[in-house]
């Protein structure tokens, strides 16, 4: 079953930290490059951060380089987002996606056309 399962979620005060994971039970991972996107009230979903199957690739938003990281473990079948110096505007729900790519490499923005699995999402508000 090709299910994706967000976590880690929650409410934090603006220049805290989250770590949100994606567990990908159904899929044979390193095949798939995986993808994480948000989406805040009234606004389009948009990409955050994308890796490359074998995680030899990676891209950012503008908005959160130098403060998001990602990061994937094929076996353990989980991709994760670290989010550090968090900001008010960086609230939304966030969503982890796959698309089939065994050999792609990640450069420039993550497009949500390109993914065609996703996750439920799971609620980020940062706010004090």
């Known amino acids: 079953q090709t299910q994706l399962v967000e976590s880690g979620g929650g409410l934090v005060q603006p220049g805290g930290s989250l770590r949100l994971s994606c567990a990908a039970p159904?899929?044979?991972?390193?095949?798939?490059?995986i993808g994480w996107f948000r989406q805040a009230p009234g606004k389009e979903r948009e990409g955050v951060s994308c890796?490359?199957?074998?995680?030899?690739?990676?891209a950012y938003a503008d908005s959160v380089k130098g403060r998001f990281t990602i990061s994937r473990d094929n076996g353990k079948k989980m991709v994760y987002l670290q989010m550090n110096s968090l900001k008010p505007e960086d609230t939304g729900v966030y969503y982890c996606?796959?698309?089939?790519?065994?050999?792609?490499?990640?450069?420039?923005?993550?497009?949500?056309?390109?993914?065609?699995?996703w996750g439920q999402g799971t609620q980020v508000t940062v706010s004090s």
């Open positions: 890796i490359s199957n074998s995680g030899g690739s990676t």
């Open positions: 996606a796959a698309r089939f790519a065994p050999s792609a490499i990640i450069t420039g923005t993550c497009r949500t056309s390109e993914y065609a699995y």
């Open positions: 159904g899929f044979t991972l390193n095949y798939y490059a």
